[in-house]
């Protein structure tokens, strides 16, 4: 240690079977271990492990240390094997600022299950679990703690990731926690308050087939690309036939999503500031600006103000056309459901927290015909803006996922109405197997009438503490469908319960 210039040791405490129930003895010996590291010019921190024979928590491990009584032996803290055990974080600020050696953090998913293990394969940065890291972090300093933030993270994808790209995701990570902590100056967050449009890549007439059936109407052309825009009520859709298998998008994908932003320029600055670099975006001299990132699944966000008089309108790109409208009663977007690769999905929830100031929710696990759908939404505050992370916990390979696929949902003000006009315009709507109403009224004591009407519209049902969720899909097309869905009385939620019906009968429509 002293020919590499290393000046500090972690000792962690014992997990051996044969270790002795005696607080006196290893204050002993690490008094005994920091005098000799002393004469070397080095210090011991030592460290409480959460599945630590007889020292398992932090103020155990400070009791020893105090014991110790010598200025070269202090304490490691680290945040897994604080939080993980339920430990009260406050007692750190009792432990003096100059015994605390050294900070480890590190975040995870609340489980149950093994300490050992959980600690091992499913630790992550910071912000991406369900501990209060950064609170612990003004613990820790509040104490008079002045070294290094030290990230000590364990699981399996980081393992395989690539390392550049991990290496950025922590550094973002430390930023955030530093700016939740308060000690760093960044470009407050710009928190999105509705969706702009969602752009499909699309050369099928397929998909322009499928927004006609759903009361969309096509009312602009773009001047110079070969994109159209489609609408119904403040629900805006771009067809762009331009990206095709030489740019990745070899059949029908989402590509993009426009969010609503009171200041694209500081929604892009914030995004710089946390090592999302604004993407380069060909444009003519007539295009209206718009910044835009690339979010961890490679889907382009852009920043937009819609048709505000002190902002150029991306709409502006567009020569309007007339169009025969038909509409369905459709209003807007509601969310927006997106694929992640299963290696990115943490830095997905962190991504949108960060960058976007989006409020994480729980994270659930669903039956799909293939294995495990995981999902995690992402909002604002009032619900404007919502997006569902979906992965496939089946490796790839092992068969066909519910994850591969992409969707839109959109708001109706009365989905009875929607679904009747969508079958007379003759949309391709999703066939839901009788069972699952047989198995509703069991579950649901609703009034039979409506039970005989979810039944002949294919529409399911759902219902939280708030309120009810009723909802309907398309078929597929490529790899995208639509959604349609009315929240009545302020439900919350997407409609968990009915992921795996809508995932095995699309299963089966596609083989």
């Known amino acids: 240690m002293e020919r590499l210039g290393a000046d500090l040791m972690l000792v962690c405490s014992s997990v051996s079977p044969a270790a002795l129930d005696d607080d006196a003895l290893a204050a002993e010996q690490l008094r005994l271990l920091a005098e000799r590291a002393a004469a070397h010019g080095i210090r011991i921190a030592y460290e409480a492990l959460a599945w630590g024979r007889h020292v398992n928590t932090y103020d155990h491990a400070w009791r020893i240390v105090r014991e110790a009584g010598h200025p070269a032996l202090g304490t490691c803290l680290d945040s897994f094997h604080i939080l993980s055990r339920g430990s009260d974080p406050k007692g750190i600020e009792e432990i003096p600022g100059e015994k605390i050696f050294f900070l480890q953090l590190a975040d995870a998913p609340l489980m149950a299950m093994d300490v050992l293990q959980w600690s091992r394969h499913y630790r992550c940065f910071p912000g991406q679990g369900g501990f209060d890291v950064a609170g612990l972090l003004e613990h820790v300093l509040r104490a008079g703690y002045d070294g290094p933030l030290s990230l000590e993270v364990f699981n399996d994808v980081f393992r395989q ?3 550049a790209r991990t290496a950025v995701d922590a550094l973002r990570s430390l930023i955030a926690l530093e700016e939740a902590a308060g000690r760093t100056d960044l470009p407050a967050p710009v928190v999105p308050t509705g969706f702009a449009f969602a752009e499909l890549a699309s050369g099928e007439a397929e998909l322009s087939a499928l927004l006609t059936a759903l009361g969309f109407a096509r009312t602009g052309r773009h001047h110079s690309k070969p994109v159209e825009l489609w609408e119904q009520g403040d629900a805006r859709i771009v067809l762009n036939s331009g990206l095709d298998a030489a740019t990745g998008h070899p059949e029908p994908a989402l590509a993009a999503i426009g969010l609503e932003t009171p200041d694209p320029a500081a929604s892009a600055g914030r995004a710089r500031a946390l090592l999302s670099p604004v993407l380069p975006r060909h444009r003519a001299a007539a295009d209206a600006p718009l910044d835009a990132v690339a979010a961890p699944d490679s889907t382009e966000l852009f920043f937009c103000r819609t048709e505000h008089p002190d902002h150029p309108s991306w709409t502006g790109d567009f020569t309007p056309r007339a169009h025969a409208a038909s509409p369905a009663g459709i209003t807007h977007i509601d969310h927006v459901a997106l694929t992640q690769p299963r290696h990115h999905f943490d830095e997905a929830s962190l991504f949108y927290r960060a960058v976007l100031g989006l409020r994480p929710h729980e994270s659930l696990e669903l039956a799909d015909p293939y294995g495990l ?8 505050a009032d619900g404007s803006v919502r997006l569902a992370l979906n992965v496939a916990q089946v490796r790839p390979g092992s068969g066909p ?11 109706s003000r009365d989905i009875l109405a929607t679904a009747r006009r969508l ?3 003759g949309a391709p709507l999703l066939p839901i197997p009788d069972n699952y109403y047989d198995d509703l009224e069991a579950r649901h004591e609703l009034d039979p009438g409506l039970h005989r009407t979810l039944r002949e519209l294919g529409l399911l049902y759902d219902q939280d503490d708030s309120g009810a969720f009723l909802h309907l899909y398309t078929a597929t097309v490529g790899r995208v469908f639509f959604e349609i869905v009315q929240r009545i009385d302020g439900y919350q939620g ?4 009915n992921a795996p019906v809508r995932l095995a009968a699309q299963h089966a429509r596609t083989g």
């Open 161 to 163: 990731g690539d390392t």
């Open 373 to 380: 759908l995981r999902s995690r939404a992402v909002s604002n």
């Open 401 to 411: 996922s519910g994850s591969l696929w992409q969707h839109i949902a959109l708001h």
């Open 423 to 425: 079958r007379e315009l």
């Open 494 to 497: 997407y409609g968990a319960a």
